[in-house]
């Protein structure tokens, strides 16, 4: 069984008072470095923060949030889930991850989106209208600016290049992945430029991604590009027992998630959908026990090489962190060794 590394991801929600209402977000990005610091000293292998501009979130700025943890953590990568490349400038989101490189000696990622959360574009002057080429556009040069060599560039999103020397430079490369929500475009588009492949699998079964998975690899080896480890990412909650993980877990996600949904057009979310959810879906929310099954159940099934967990539910997450970290992650790798002795046998027989 190969080795599988293990994330936690936050988008630094805002902790919420016994009314609903949203409390501090200074106090939620406080919270997100001591629990990032939990993680890194409990082997957790990377932490990854979201970029938002709603007020449920409090992180707007990954590479500042990251730039701080490079300064207080000692091993943990960090990286962002997700940058949205398509209302940003390339230039300036490398220039600022190679910072965030420098001050964690070499333990910067980032992880490269169009984002499901449109809030970024009117408030940065884009056009919804352009959504398409301003990713396409932006992940080219992107792409260009990670040889870390001299950059000629043209397009219709920003300004040219002509032999635009860009600094600073990082000592190793930039760690890149591309974060995808189920378009096969974007899978087939993140093969061709050979960035690892993460996956957004917030909501049915996992195996409905499996095909993903499969289409990536082609579209690699069509492209004559790497056929990276792919990775997943998913919400989850650990709290001791399995109805105080639910029962922490579901009113702040329903407060969030209504108020998106009417955004969205979408009816409220009822508990019945939750609990089944929670069930056979994809949020791992449960006692350590039954989140390291369902996890090792989804990697193994999946066959990816990372498994990101979306831990932060309002002010509740701290312990999350401490079981995740302590508790199922050991537990996942002894699940996923203990299987894969199973199968070796099998095979041997």
Do not use: C, N
Not at 143 to 161: F, I, K, M
Not at 195 to 216: D, K, N, S, T, V
């Amino acid at each position: 069984m190969p080795d599988i590394t293990f994330g936690l991801d936050t988008f630094g929600d805002v902790p919420t008072d016994d009314d609903g209402a949203f409390v501090s977000h200074a106090r939620s990005i406080r919270q997100l470095v001591d629990e990032a610091v939990i993680a890194d000293e409990l082997g957790v292998d990377v932490f990854t923060v979201g970029e938002h501009h709603r007020p449920e979130y409090s992180v707007s700025s990954p590479e500042t949030v990251l730039a701080g943890l490079a300064t207080v953590t000692k091993r943990i990568r960090l990286g962002s889930g997700v940058t949205v490349l398509s209302s940003d400038d390339p230039v300036r989101v490398f220039q600022r991850f190679a910072t965030v490189d420098a001050l964690s000696e070499g333990r910067a990622e980032v992880i490269l989106g169009r984002g499901s959360f449109t809030e970024s574009f009117p408030l940065f002057g884009h056009d919804l209208a352009d959504y398409d080429v301003l990713f396409e556009e932006k992940i080219e040069l992107f792409a260009q600016l990670l040889r870390e060599d001299p950059v000629t560039w043209s397009g219709t999103t920003r300004a040219p290049l002509v032999d635009a020397d860009v600094f600073p430079k990082t000592e190793h490369g930039l760690r890149t992945w591309v974060g995808v929500g189920g378009s096969p475009q974007s899978v087939v588009r993140t093969a061709q430029y050979g960035f690892p492949l993460m996956l957004a699998i917030i909501g049915g079964q996992p195996e409905r991604f499996a095909p993903y998975l499969e289409l990536y690899r082609r579209a690699a080896a069509q492209f004559g590009t790497t056929v990276h480890p792919v990775g997943m990412h998913s919400p989850g909650f650990v709290a001791d027992t399995d109805e105080e993980a639910t029962e922490l877990f579901w009113p702040h996600y329903r407060v969030v998630r209504d108020r998106i949904g009417a955004l969205r057009g979408w009816p409220p979310v009822t508990r019945a959908e939750f609990d089944r959810e929670v069930a056979t879906g994809s949020m791992y929310i449960g006692s350590p026990e039954t989140v390291a099954q369902r996890i090792a159940r989804a990697v193994d099934t999946m066959g990816v090489g990372r498994f990101d967990m979306i831990y932060t539910s309002g002010g509740q997450s701290t312990r999350a962190v401490e079981l995740y970290g302590g508790v199922v992650v050991p537990r996942v790798r002894e699940l996923l060794a203990e299987r894969g002795d199973t199968q070796s046998q099998e095979a041997a027989a």
